[in-house]
T-cell receptor, first 113, second 115 residues
Framework: AQSVTQPDIHITVSEGASLELRCNYS??????LFWYVQSPGQGLQLLLKYFSGDTLVQGIKGFEAEFKRSQSSFNLRKPSVHWSDAAEYFCAVGAGNAGKSTFGDGTTLTVKP | DAGVIQSPRHEVTEMGQEVTLRCKPISGHDYLFWYRQTMMRGLELLIY????????DSGMPEDRFSAKMPNASFSTLKIQPSEPRDSAVYFC?????????????FGNGTRLTVT
């Protein structure tokens, strides 16, 4: 069975500082991995995805993530955080064509001015 | 592309009443998912459909919950009778199989409050 762990429930960073959100997954085959962002009162929006090829993937809003098979990780990074990045972030592992994704519990990001 | 459309955005009802949530997926998508989000339990998959057929409803909490997808452009999630513990945000999402990992496209959700 697939599973996702986001070890950090809440992270606070200062505006302009770098950010890394952690994600560890468990999956028997090559995973499809996703990061989503949820702003208050909104649905989840896809930030980026990995399904094959280059292990460093670029997403929207200046985010990137690196797939590390040896560590079963897919951490999300951003070099300089903006106040508008404050939101909840979800990592998910998918079964590809089956369409069904398993989500982590989310990490809430607070940005200090 | 209008995205996934859910209605209503907010629903307040009394315990025991029937509640129907509606979803219009993105045109051409062949998977549709219903999720529930609460502070205590996070994001839970309730049921999903492929080509209008329910594939996995193991996440539906109990018989009070039912979901239908009569055609490719419409789905409903019904709770009858509703209870206060059903209060949550309910999300509908759709995806296209084989589309580079099939990411989910979410609607903005229906916030349900049962008093």
């Amino acid at each position: 069975a697939q599973s996702v762990t986001q070890p950090d429930i809440h992270i606070t960073v200062s505006e302009g500082a770098s950010l890394e959100l952690r994600c560890n997954y468990s999956y028997g085959a090559t995973p499809y991995l996703f990061w989503y962002v949820q702003s208050p009162g909104q649905g989840l929006q896809l930030l980026l995805k990995y399904f094959s090829g280059d292990t460093l993937v670029q997403g929207i809003k200046g985010f990137e993530a690196e797939f590390k098979r040896s560590q079963s990780s897919f951490n999300l990074r951003k070099p300089s955080v903006h106040w508008s990045d404050a939101a909840e972030y979800f990592c998910a592992v998918g079964a590809g064509n089956a369409g069904k994704s398993t989500f982590g519990d989310g990490t809430t990001l607070t940005v200090k001015p | 592309d209008a995205g996934v459309i859910q209605s209503p955005r907010h629903e307040v009802t009394e315990m025991g009443q029937e509640v129907t949530l509606r979803c219009k997926p993105i045109s051409g998508h062949d998977y549709l998912f219903w999720y529930r989000q609460t502070m205590m339990r996070g994001l839970e998959l309730l049921i999903y459909f492929n080509n209008n057929v329910p594939i996995d409803d193991s996440g539906m909490p109990e018989d009070r919950f039912s979901a239908k997808m009569p055609n490719a452009s419409f789905s409903t999630l019904k709770i009858q009778p509703s209870e206060p513990r059903d209060s949550a945000v309910y999300f509908c999402a759709s995806s296209l199989a084989g589309s580079q990992g099939s990411p989910l496209h979410f609607g903005n959700g229906t916030r349900l409050t049962v008093t």
